[in-house]
């Protein structure tokens, strides 16, 4: 009989004095810091070593072995970077251009992407084929396109251009606008709108009035993550731009390429390159936590 | 089966002490109901003698064996959850099998054990579902059925019911009741339900703020409740308070007034009570009455409601809220009604603390 | 009813425009050019060749090679993500308190740029200057390793910091599937006799089943689309050893200007990320997956 076995297990047990538990205990329910300390130390190890080699000096960099703690610090390595020097230009150039392009094409995508949202998840047009179709747009990365757009580009006379670039990212991250909406417009009340056309307003007027604001904190998120989407990118940047307009991805490789690997330098562009990533990981967390895997069709 | 033993158990949550203090015997096969408001520290107090949660002071103690550092599996205890938590990705079978699947039971004998418990629950029909597939009472038995496979020593439930309309309610808290008959099983239960605390105990806990307010035979609390709380908590509708002061103490016997005047000699220990003291009356609504009574309270009746065999005579008294119950049927008028009759030898008396100085039902039994 | 309609049109049709603008023309062009010919020189024009470009892929090792390169990429970085982000997501489950910002910390790698991650671990893998030969000479007195120029530590360096970009993400989004399954069904396993890790491997690893696909899937399409982190840590190097399926394609596309052969090249990653998507699409629309 199971109470049997039951029983017998519990006397057993209590062999064991109950301090030796509470050490066990306590042992094993520490386990879940361990994890997360390595885990820390593994991902911000790499940002630390960013920050280190972007304060030390030239003479420094090149000891061996590197010293692992902060040696001697110098502002040089972001001096060099943002007023230029004579083997680099200055980054300041490429940060106008990325942050142009980003909040431009941020906006564009979020204008677009949260009206078709609105159009799918409310009023459910074209049925479920509209929508996975947007959505599967998703999946296609720009390395998959990089060479057609080239040519698309080459033949309307878009390379290197600041429009070219703002157009191609809007298209590739108004998907990602509409997945992350969907969910938001789906789960806000349709009643509030309702209450709207009962008082007379038209459709346009009850989206901007009563589903917008409703969407807002949504719309935060979807802004968040196309900014540091398009500010990320490297493949198109770098293939359909980056000679006359060239953004802060593409700058860095450049510093390789110079005459002298400029490693404090590229330490420190990639150092101002990073700070909005990091800013926003914060508002990342928060959406990612509650689910974004099934995001846009729940 | 077996004997529970709580003594002074203790538990906070961060700097909220949500259990303080709680002694209790709950002997071999006694169902036992806890009761009390939302809050109060029912379900803490059941997954601290499950196991799911340890307790900062005291002792649980099993037969004669503290438990306290033991798992939940070890003190061989099964649990009714009120959300089922049935194991969404196993069917009914895997559900119900795998207590015994976590002994490592052969499977035939879990197989059979398992048929068993479904045909006496009536769910061998469904052995093959998904929890996803079932209605909320199917659900329900389910979860009953995953409990008694194991035959466990403890049985707890947390609101087993509160999930279901109310038919299925009463329907499940007879099987509840037959379960309890046929296994001998010791069980404890927590409910908001008066009327399932009421049928379904033996004993109730009434706790409040993490203290036990009152332990007792359902009958027993309801007819002599410690203080107003137990007075107030148990009965539905609820027992009506007036303010009363006393007029004269004499031996065994007190007389009080009521705020319109009224008179009457109330038959109670008198040591603590002085001239002039500001008590109060309890009075449930089936002890007042049309006419009749030894004593009588004007009454402003606002409305009647219509149960069928009863009726609720809503309304005030001298500004007091008052509800009354009624076995006649039919409109009442509210001339009819003008005044409510009560037997003094029914009302409870309660001092200003709220403790109670005399129990309703004392001079009747006598 | 009909107002309404025609309403919802209107507020989709410029996303409609905008994605078939410059998502299916460019499909279709890069269908188009895959069967034709680029001459060196842009002026002139290129030329039908038929299936010329797929049978040159057919024949081309180096192709094979990538896909190759890539497979392995994933099967070991897939394997480490999932394993650690579920340790990752187990411990951020049980902890109760500053959770918001140890989550926040650790999507860090994740909200990096990938070329500035590149950038990282070549400075971290460098054998001279890098932090991580500074690390074992100091500390175990073991001889500096030419991680990115020798084989197989260059893939080694690929795959940990594919790791390090995403083991974050993944652990999050198995932190969200985590926090969908009922704490009463968690106590009830306890109840019923599970221990810790019967409970992990009865319960929560099946109900996480979905979260794992779909995650999963994620990743698969972010190591077809690597790029940027080979390019920066080995250049593909040694010899053609880390080039991988983006790498290949971008060689093929600017540094051998065979448009044609890398538009073919594009045909073939487009097709395989599409039925990834499909398993994807089915899955997040197949509705019982989802746990409730
Ligand atoms: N894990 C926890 N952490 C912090 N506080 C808790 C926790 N569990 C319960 N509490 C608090 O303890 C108190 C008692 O909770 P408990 O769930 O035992 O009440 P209850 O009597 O079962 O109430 P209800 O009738 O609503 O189910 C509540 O104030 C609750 O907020
Ligand atoms: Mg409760």
């Known amino acids: ?298 | 089966m077996s004997v529970l033993t709580l003594k002074n158990i203790a538990k906070s949550f961060g700097a909220t002490e949500v259990i303080k203090g709680i002694d209790l015997r709950i002997d071999e096969g006694e169902f036992v109901v806890f009761v009390g408001p939302s809050g109060c520290g029912k379900s803490t107090l059941l997954r601290l003698i499950s196991g799911l949660e340890q307790a900062d002071a005291g002792e649980i103690i099993l037969d004669s064996e503290i438990v306290n550092d033991h798992t939940p599996f070890e003190r061989g205890i099964a649990m009714v959850f009120q959300s089922y938590a049935l194991y969404p990705h196993m069917t009914v079978a895997e559900n119900m099998g795998f207590p015994l699947k976590m002994v490592k039971e052969k499977p035939h004998a879990i197989a059979e054990k398992v048929n068993a418990a479904a045909k006496t629950l009536q769910i061998d029909q469904l052995l093959d579902r998904r929890p996803d597939q079932l209605s909320g009472g199917q659900k329900q038995r389910v979860a009953m059925g995953r409990t008694i496979v194991r035959d466990p020593t403890l049985f707890l439930f947390d609101e087993p019911l509160s999930n279901l309309d109310a038919d299925l309610r009463i329907e499940m808290r007879v099987e509840i009741e037959k379960l309890h008959k046929r296994l001998k099983a010791t069980m404890i239960y927590v409910t908001h339900d008066q009327v399932e605390a009421m049928t379904l105990a033996d004993r109730i806990v009434v706790l409040r703020d993490g203290v036990i307010e009152q332990i007792g035979a359902p009958l027993d609390l309801y007819d002599n409740p410690v203080n107003k709380f137990v007075a107030s908590f148990l009965g539905s509708p609820k027992i009506n308070f007036l303010s009363a002061r006393v007029v004269d103490v004499g031996e065994g016997a007190a007389t009080l007034s009521l705020r319109n005047g009224a008179r009457f000699v109330v038959p109670m220990p008198t040591g603590d009570v002085k001239k002039d003291d500001a008590l109060t009356i309890g009075v449930r609504p089936e002890d007042f009455a049309i006419s009749g009574g030894d004593f009588s309270i004007p009454f402003d009746l606002e409305l009647q409601e219509q149960l069928g065999p009863v009726s609720y005579l809503h309304g005030s008294s001298n500004g007091e809220k008052i509800v009354a119950e009624h076995r006649v049927r039919g409109k009442i008028l509210k001339e009819t009604a003008s005044t409510l009759g009560v037997n003094s030898a029914r009302i409870h008396v309660f001092d200003t603390s709220g403790r109670s100085v005399r129990h309703g039902r004392k001079g009747q039994e006598t | 009813m009909r107002g309404q309609k025609r309403f919802a049109w209107l507020m989709a049709t410029p996303t409609i425009i905008a994605l078939i603008a410059l998502g299916i023309v460019p499909l279709g062009w890069m269908i188009w050019t895959a069967f034709q010919s680029f001459p060196p020189n842009p002026a002139n024009p290129p030329q039908f060749i038929g299936m010329r470009n797929f049978v040159d892929l057919a024949d081309d090792p180096q192709f094979f090679g990538s896909l190759r390169t890539t497979a392995i990429v994933l099967v070991f970085s897939l394997s480490l993500q999932l394993v650690l982000g579920f340790l990752l997501a187990l411990a951020l489950y049980s902890i109760e308190r500053g959770r918001g910002l140890i989550v926040s910390l650790l999507l860090i790698p994740t909200a990096i740029a990938p070329i500035v991650a590149g950038i990282v671990w070549w400075m971290l893998f460098n054998a001279r200057f890098g932090a991580i030969n500074s690390f074992l000479v100091q500390f175990f007195g073991i001889d500096p390793v030419n991680w990115t120029i020798e084989m197989p530590t260059a893939l080694i360096a690929i795959i940990v910091a594919v790791v390090w970009q995403w083991t974050p993400f993944v652990a999050i989004i198995l932190l969200g599937g985590l926090t969908t399954i009922p704490r009463d069904v968690l106590d009830a396993a306890r109840i019923d006799g599970a221990s810790g890790w019967r409970v992990l491997r009865y319960i929560i690893v099946p109900l996480m089943r979905p979260f794992f696909l779909v995650v999963g899937l994620l990743m698969i399409i972010e190591i077809v689309r690597l790029y940027e982190l080979p390019f920066f840590i080995t250049q593909g190097g040694p010899g053609n050893e880390t080039v991988v399926a983006g790498v290949y394609l971008f060689k093929l596309a600017f540094s051998f200007f065979d448009l044609g052969r890398a538009s073919m090249m594009s045909v073939f990653l487009v097709i395989a990320l599409s039925l990834v998507a499909a398993l994807y699409m089915r899955l997040v629309a197949d509705r019982r997956m989802t746990v409730n």
């Open chain 1, 1 to 298: 009989m199971t109470s049997q076995k039951i029983k017998k297990n519990r006397s057993r047990r209590i062999v064991r004095s109950s301090r030796w538990r509470r050490l066990k205990n306590r042992f094993v329910s520490s386990w879940p810091w361990v994890v997360i300390s390595g885990f820390l130390i593994f991902a911000l190890f790499p940002v630390y070593w960013i920050v280190l080699v972007a304060f030390r000096p030239r003479g420094d960099i090149f000891q061996y072995p590197a010293a692992l703690l902060p040696t001697n610090l110098t502002l040089d390595n972001i001096r060099f970077v943002w007023f230029g020097s004579p083997t680099n230009e200055p980054v300041i150039g490429f940060l106008g251009n990325s942050l142009l392009i980003s909040v431009v094409a941020s906006v564009i995508a979020l204008s677009f992407g949260v009206c078709c949202a609105y159009a799918l998840g409310r009023f459910r047009i074209g049925g479920s084929f509209l929508s996975m179709w947007i959505l599967s747009q998703r999946f296609l990365p720009p390395i998959a396109l990089v060479v057609p757009l080239f040519l698309m580009f080459r033949q309307l006379g878009l390379l290197d251009t600041h429009l070219g670039l703002i157009l191609i990212y809007s298209v590739f991250t108004i998907p990602i606008v509409v997945w992350l909406m969907m969910g938001y417009v789906q789960s806000a009340p349709r009643e509030l709108e309702e209450a709207a056309y009962v008082d007379g307003a038209g459709y346009w007027t009850a989206f901007v009035r009563i589903a917008l604001p409703v969407l807002k904190p949504g719309l935060s998120v979807a802004a968040v993550f196309t900014f540091i989407f398009i500010w990320n990118e490297y493949v198109l940047a770098f293939q359909l731009a980056g000679n006359k307009v060239a953004t802060i991805t593409v700058y860095l490789p450049r510093l390789r390429s110079a005459i002298a690997e400029l490693y404090g330098e590229i330490a420190a562009a990639s150092l101002l390159s990073v700070l909005p990533a990091i800013v926003f990981a914060g508002v990342m967390q928060r959406f990612l936590v509650r689910g974004l895997a099934f995001g846009g069709l729940k």
